[in-house]
């Protein structure tokens, strides 16, 4: 049987946290920046982890990770 191929868009969106999940930057961060506040533009900065209903097609997308 072949090898199972990683997505490779996913591979530089998501990796993966020490007890098992995913965890992914957040998005409204590449432009448009002048009108968004200071406070939320630093909240945007720190990495989430992916919804519960999401982990299962990440993991497909990334079998060997």
Do not use: C, W
Not at 3 to 23: E, I, Q, V
Not at 56 to 65: D, E, F, H, I, T
């Amino acid at each position: 049987m072949p090898k199972m191929k990683t997505n490779r868009g996913a591979a530089k969106r998501f990796s993966r946290t020490g007890s098992g999940g995913f965890k992914r930057n957040q998005s409204h961060r590449r432009h448009i920046l002048t009108k968004k506040p200071t406070k939320r533009k630093r909240q945007l900065r720190s990495p989430m982890e992916v919804h519960d209903s999401d982990v299962a097609m990440v993991r497909r997308m990334l079998p060997y990770s």
